[in-house]
């Protein structure tokens, strides 16, 4: 059987300290060392050289810095081959804008509707037979135009507005 602990006792917690700030503490210590052992046997001992050329000859000797604290020779660009000129491209011929079938009777209403009362001065003569008749062969070509879009679509809201204003302008410019 085997020997048993009492449970009171516990064993001894373990140090939860790392192993990072050890390595990097030796790490540090072994660079010192070595900079000095290089210092030692590298540098004549009659004459003290300056911390920052040991460190750099010390660099150098581990093959980490630059060998000399030279600056390097300037590379020579050679000159781009001239360029040959290019012809000017052509701007872009601007986008005609096309007004929809529904724009322009739009368009016609507003003007027979800013053009009316002009009509309505005018004197009753054989022009003003001709005006009249204008008039009213513009708006039934809108009423064609609507014709053709309210029958493939006869719940256009646009249209239907459009067709409600034309029937009350044929019908203010026939009593005329």
Known sequence: MRPTRSRSSRRPARSSRGVVLPLV??????????????????????????????????????????????????????????????????KPAPVKYEPTPLELVAQTLRRVERDAPKLKQRDRDTTFESARIAVLSELCDARDVLNEILDERPDHDRANRLWDRLQELLAAVRKL
């Open 25 to 90: 503490c030796g790490g540090i210590a072994l660079y010192v060392v070595g900079l000095g052992l290089f210092t030692l046997f590298h540098c004549d001992a009659g004459t003290r050289p300056a911390a920052g050329n040991v460190m750099r000859d010390f660099h150098a000797f581990l093959g980490v810095g630059p060998a000399k604290a030279q600056a390097a020779a300037p590379e020579v660009k050679s000159a781009p081959p001239p360029m040959r000129p290019t012809p000017p491209r052509p």
